[in-house]
């Protein structure tokens, strides 16, 4: 597709549970984003990849949370051990390079997690 | 510490002209950018400011003073497809979006 995609798009989960959260980037673009945002606020930053290196993790809220990308292309976020706290829309955004502020960031339709 | 803020609500009127303002104190800059986001949808870019000054696509133009730390957004010949909330962003050591204004739009 022409867009990135994002799987599954509604997660239902228990507390304690893990899941994965899956990002396709449009093709060819090396900068790949997380975001996290609940209901009527905005979007929390949470990781940033250029290629299969995370120059800027800095967002992700606890050590429950990891992320990984494989061949400059798709990425997975994993929260481990949810809580309720994480039942949020996660974002995905890819942009042709770094540096964000200077490129258009697309985004994802997004995965609407909830957490029992 | 690092924030953002811009109003919460804007209403202004099918035809009109409505300004969204954005203030950041952060203590680098590499930008700021501005996204919109209908309900239920995902954000979109709008336009980016890296200098001072206006910049102008189409219906949209944002403007950048970073002597005072503020920008916003400008939104002409408004259209009910416009309703939707709008966010600025500014990348300093961390990226930082603000919390949207949501802008209702009246016929």
């Known amino acids: 597709g022409a867009g990135v995609s994002q799987s599954p798009s509604n997660k239902v989960t228990e507390k304690g549970k893990d899941v994965e959260l899956r990002c396709d980037p449009i093709?060819?673009?090396?900068?790949l984003y997380w975001y996290r945002q609940s209901l009527g606020q905005g979007l929390e930053f949470l990781i940033y990849f250029q290629g299969n290196s995370a120059p800027d993790k800095s967002g992700l809220p606890s050590d429950r949370f990891s992320a990984e990308r494989t061949g400059g292309s798709v990425s997975t976020l994993t929260i481990q051990r949810t809580q309720q706290e994480d039942s949020a829309v996660y974002l995905c955004?890819?942009?042709?390079?770094?540096?964000?502020?200077?490129?258009?960031?697309?985004f994802g339709p997004g995965t609407r997690l909830t957490v029992l | 510490g690092q924030s953002l803020e811009q109003p919460s609500e804007v209403t202004a009127v099918e035809g009109a002209i409505v300004q969204i303002n954005c203030t950041y104190q952060t203590s680098g800059f590499y930008g700021l950018s501005w996204y919109q986001q209908h309900d239920g949808g995902a954000p979109t870019f709008l336009s980016y400011n890296g200098l001072d000054g206006l910049e102008e696509t189409g219906r949209f133009s944002s403007f950048l003073s970073r002597s005072d730390s503020y920008g916003y957004l400008l939104l002409q010949e408004l259209q009910m497809k416009d309703s939707a909330s709008y966010f600025c962003a500014v990348k300093d050591d961390k990226i930082i979006f603000g919390k949207g204004t949501r802008l209702h739009i009246l016929p």
């Open positions: 955004a890819s942009s042709p390079s770094g540096g964000w502020a200077y490129n258009e960031q697309f």
């Open positions: 093709s060819g673009h090396t900068a």
